[in-house]
């Protein structure tokens, strides 16, 4: 069964911007496209019925005006529609199980919005089984031009962070884009070093050389797998999210890995958390595989 892009719309310019944004890549990723808007009933003491009935239909509407304004704009694009009764949180979260990416919109620079309010936004991305990609109601497709790149970071050992290295190689192949891998790094405590570290040290000429060989190890399985994605290596020392967010400036997209999901609640990360709030493009967040 194919997997399909779904969007997550509300109303509002920036899921508008959602899903303009998951109409062009499902068209990138030749994947049919998903609308779905989430609401919940809210009696209001007149007629329940009669108002449950209204509320229903006006959700219906909603979906269907954005699909239909998708389906204009991309002729050939399979596209459907569906007004969910449910939780946000809930709803999305089910969606995206079923789906190769789900998209939502947020506000420019600052706090998200809507659906993706405060703790509401976090359990979506923390708890999503597929990636999910935050758009900004001023995202416009000239974002995407060629000659911008797409962002990635990259951290730990060379198996880590695979998934994010893996979606943001498949998109920048879907979208003819060079690619842009990011590996910070800083001085470890003092108590880090061991005579086991401090000899991988010594055979890798010092802590960059060090970096950059880790970097080059786990780009090596991506490269030979996407031979024609160009790609440069960014290895700088520094804090993750400020490295991240300076390469960003210019990109149309990033990509970063998620944490896994603790017993404790949701988590995303700091960096993660940084490139949602602060990152110009649109930002892409890569559940562990």
Do not use: N
């Not at 399909?4 to 068209?27: F, H, I, K, L, N």
Request: proline share 7%; hydrophobic share 45%.
């Amino acid at each position: 069964m194919t997997r399909p892009v779904t969007v997550g719309v509300d109303g509002s310019p920036e899921s508008a911007a959602a899903a303009a944004w998951a109409g062009r890549e499902a068209v990138r990723r030749d994947l049919p496209l998903r609308i779905v808007h989430a609401w919940q009933w809210q009696s209001y003491d007149l007629a329940p019925t009669a108002d449950r009935d209204a509320q229903a239909a006006w959700a219906e509407q909603l979906a269907q005006e954005v699909r239909a304004t998708i389906a204009e704009r991309h002729p050939g694009l399979t596209v459907t529609a569906d007004a969910v009764e449910g939780g946000s949180v809930d709803t999305l979260t089910e969606e995206a199980a079923a789906a190769e990416l789900l998209v939502l919109g947020s506000r420019g620079h600052g706090a998200l919005v809507g659906f993706l309010l405060g703790s509401v936004g976090r359990q979506v991305i923390a708890g999503s089984a597929a990636p999910v990609v935050l758009v900004r109601s001023d995202d416009r497709p000239s974002a995407e031009a060629a000659g911008r790149e797409i962002v990635v970071g990259q951290h730990g050992d060379p198996e880590d962070g695979a998934a994010a290295l893996g979606f943001a190689f498949a998109t920048a192949a879907a979208r003819g884009a060079a690619l842009r891998v990011v590996r910070a790094w800083s001085l470890p405590p003092v108590f880090a070093y061991s005579p086991a570290s401090l000899k991988l040290l010594d055979e890798a000429g010092g802590l960059e050389p060090y970096e950059r060989k880790a970097l080059d190890e786990a780009l090596r399985p991506w490269r030979e797998r996407f031979p024609d994605v160009p790609v440069t290596e960014h290895v700088e020392m520094g804090s993750a999210g400020q490295v991240l967010l300076e390469a960003a400036a210019g990109a149309q997209l990033v990509v970063v890995g998620r944490h896994a999901s603790l017993p404790v609640g949701p988590r995303i990360g700091s960096v993660a958390h940084a490139l949602l709030h602060h990152a110009p493009c649109p930002v892409a967040v890569v559940p562990p595989a």
